[in-house]
């Protein structure tokens, strides 16, 4: 009887809800976007410091948007494995000579990261030239958000949450969980280090976006395996835990389970994400340049119209109402 209890009380936890999984999570993007305005010089620091919260809160946009716009899923990814293998040279890097070989449907079927991240540029470059203050920060929020995504591994695989390998989860536990476990510990014991440079001009970067996703390709395979290897070491009961989030009972990797894989990927994640916040501060860095430095002091004392609120409103609206994500989810 006591045995019947426990299992059914167990069977409820399991079927409770669980932390959906987002590209590098809430929590990763917002600290990516935040941690990367302290690279920049004191030219753009005068603007994006003050904003900094906004900046923030809104990295998370372009996942809120997956609810409502059919073609923003395909800008978060490239199953790249899809046309072939490593360097992938059958996939033409420009994006007209793409579209002129495997037709547009198609490469939006498999993601087009790289080529959203240079379109998200000049839409950045445009808004300096304009001094546009709306346009500025919010092309700079979403240009973080998308420019990360291109750094998480299972972002340049079809095998994108374990689906093919009997590991579905993998994908929220690389970028959400192990990020939220780890990350702000003290630093002596094992927590991130996201003390780094200062932002760099990218000279090219179309050239500077694909290096990152093939680099993510080549170490989608170790995540994988690494994943299998210690699922082998630890019993059901010790690779999973249930915990409280927010009020819900979830399911989620245990500690030590995530500890072991961080340690077993020797900092990938870490690493991962510190460039993250180095790239994410460049392409901002780029496109200030490229618009020829304008002054940005004077726009300090801006604030978003009462129509840019609405939007906001409408965005946060349609992810909050409990509708499903269009497209491929990783959840």
Request: glycine content about 6%; aromatic content about 14%; hydrophobic content about 40%.
């Amino acid at each position: 009887m006591k045995k019947t209890a426990l299992v059914s009380f167990l069977t409820l936890l399991l079927l409770m809800a669980y932390l959906p999984s987002f590209c590098w999570g809430f929590y990763a993007h917002k600290k990516i976007n935040y941690y990367a305005v302290f690279l920049l010089p004191p030219e753009m620091m005068a603007l994006y410091k003050p904003n900094i919260s906004f900046l923030e809160e809104h990295a998370v946009d372009p996942d809120k948007r997956r609810y409502a716009v059919p073609e923003e899923g395909p800008r978060h990814y490239l199953d790249i494995d899809h046309y072939g293998k490593y360097p992938y040279s059958d996939l033409p890097r420009k994006w007209k000579d793409a579209v002129a070989k495997f037709g547009e449907d198609s490469l939006m079927a498999h993601g087009i990261v790289p080529w959203h991240i240079q379109t998200m540029l000049l839409r950045l470059t445009s808004a300096f030239k304009e001094k546009n203050y709306s346009k500025i920060m919010k092309n700079s929020a979403e240009i973080g958000h998308y420019i990360a995504d291109s750094h998480v591994p299972l972002h340049a695989s079809s095998n994108h949450n374990g689906q093919f390998t009997n590991q579905k989860g993998i994908h929220g536990f690389w970028e959400s969980r192990v990020p939220e476990l780890l990350a702000e510990r003290d630093q002596q014991d094992m927590g991130f280090n996201f003390f780094i440079g200062k932002a760099q001009y990218i000279k090219n970067p179309g050239e500077y976006a694909w290096a990152r996703l093939l680099e993510s390709a080549l170490a989608s395979d170790s995540v994988l395996t690494f994943e299998r290897q210690l699922t082998k070491q630890f019993a059901p009961d010790q690779k999973y835990s249930f915990e409280n989030r927010n009020g819900v009972i979830i399911r989620q990797y245990s500690a030590a389970f995530t500890i072991a894989f961080n340690k077993k990927l020797d900092g990938m994640i870490e690493r991962r994400m510190r460039l993250s916040i180095m790239s994410v501060a460049s392409f901002w860095y780029t496109a200030w340049v490229n618009a020829g430095q304008p002054d940005l002091k004077s726009m300090v004392t801006h604030s978003f119209s009462e129509a840019d609120a609405k939007e906001f409103e409408q965005l946060n609206g349609s992810w909050q109402n409990g509708g499903k994500m269009i497209g491929r989810s990783e959840e």
